[in-house]
């Protein structure tokens, strides 16, 4: 079974960056899309980014474009997720999941959940 675990979160301060990475133990990382979602307190999951198998393909939500770039190493099994120019909004858990199923905003289309990593951006 595939099981995937996100790191590289902390506090920063509004402008800052962090990168986060997912790091997946089986062989499905490099045989599927990747995306990334987040939770903020008293809020639903939302879509961050998607990345395609092959790292070719991207897709941002509209308040983290032009900010965040979502990259992959399938030699590593490690998806990764730059984020810059952070933003106080921009604080919540961080999942990484696999994409199963066609629908790249709904979080129901993945599986494989990691557990997450807190993002705090300080204003």
């Known amino acids: 079974q595939e099981r995937l675990v996100e790191s590289g979160g902390g506090l920063v301060q509004a402008g800052g960056s962090l990168r986060l990475s997912c790091a997946a133990s089986?062989?499905?990382?490099?045989?599927?899309?990747m995306g990334w979602f987040r939770q903020a307190p008293g809020k639903e999951r939302e879509f961050v980014a998607r990345?395609?198998?092959?790292?070719?393909?991207?897709l941002y939500s509209d308040p983290v474009k032009g900010r965040f770039t979502v990259s992959r190493d399938n030699t590593k099994n490690t998806v990764y997720l730059q984020m810059n120019s952070l933003k106080p909004e921009d604080t919540a858990i961080y999942y990484c999941?696999?994409?199963?199923?066609?629908?790249?905003?709904?979080?129901?289309?993945?599986?494989?959940w990691g557990q997450g990593t807190q993002v705090t951006v300080s204003s």
């Open positions: 999941a696999v994409h199963v199923r066609l629908g790249a905003y709904q979080s129901t289309n993945y599986d494989y």
């Open positions: 089986g062989r499905t990382c490099g045989s599927y899309a």
């Open positions: 990345i395609s198998w092959s790292g070719a393909d991207t």
